[in-house]
């Protein structure tokens, strides 16, 4: 699988705890943010989207929250197990593209 | 409904030569996104195409790099006179065609990861 962790920001919890992930962004013009899951060796997997006109949203174990004010968006995971280690990835689409526009990314460890 | 599929899964070409990724979208997909990965970073877009069409290369190298989305079969990311800076994840995903006023979701492959020798 791929190696990562070395240079990406990592987040070290234990199993049961919750986890929050955090990201920035620039672009005024975002209209849907994004957060994808990608295991070492797979391709990302979509977990959670809220629209620019939301703040918070909610889905089975994680929360998104959206700060539009200091451009900050984060993901809750509740009661974090083992299997949600990681690289966790936020992206955002503009009003006028369809195509998401990833950051970089952290490396949720979770100890068991 | 099978996923997104990219083949090869692993691709070790010697420096000069043509590398060639292929993928299948998920059926009923229309529309394709490539992206670049280099180790512990983000991906970076490089094309969004459509059947028979480029939507948008603004993330494409100017030369060396080119890719195609025909009418029937894979979308084709080609590579020539690969260097080693080209070594990387080249992951693809897919959609059905994206809808106004709501987040069309793209489906990601396990990627093929390039080697340049």
């Known amino acids: 699988g791929e190696s990562v962790g070395l240079h990406l920001p990592t987040l070290s919890v234990q199993e049961g705890d919750n986890s929050i992930i955090n990201c920035a962004y620039s672009n005024s013009a975002s209209d849907y943010f994004i957060w994808y899951k990608q295991e070492s060796g797979k391709g990302p997997q979509f977990i959670i989207d809220?629209?620019?006109?939301?703040d918070k949203r909610q889905g089975q174990r994680v929360t998104v929250l959206l700060n539009k004010t200091v451009k900050h968006l984060s993901l809750q995971i509740a009661a974090t197990q083992p299997g949600d280690s990681a690289v966790y990835f936020c992206a955002e689409k503009s009003r006028r593209s369809y195509i998401p526009t990833f950051g970089r990314g952290t490396s949720l460890i979770v100890h068991p | 409904n099978a996923g997104v599929m990219q083949n090869p899964r692993h691709l070790v070409r010697r420096r000069g030569q043509e590398a060639r990724l292929r993928c299948s979208p998920m059926k009923g997909h229309s529309h394709v996104y490539w992206y670049r990965q280099l180790p512990e970073e983000g991906l970076k877009f490089m094309v969004y195409?459509?059947?028979?069409?480029?939507?948008?290369e603004s993330g494409m190298p100017k030369e060396r790099f080119s890719a195609e989305f025909p009418k029937e079969g894979p979308s084709i990311l080609r590579i020539q006179q690969v260097v080693r800076g080209d070594s990387a994840a080249y992951f693809c995903?897919?959609?059905?065609?994206?809808?106004?006023?709501?987040?069309?979701?793209?489906?990601f492959g396990q990627g093929t990861r390039l080697t340049v020798v």
């Open positions: 809220i629209r620019s006109n939301m």
């Open positions: 195409l459509q059947k028979e069409n480029i939507i948008d």
């Open positions: 995903a897919s959609s059905p065609m994206p809808r106004t006023g709501g987040n069309t979701e793209a489906f």
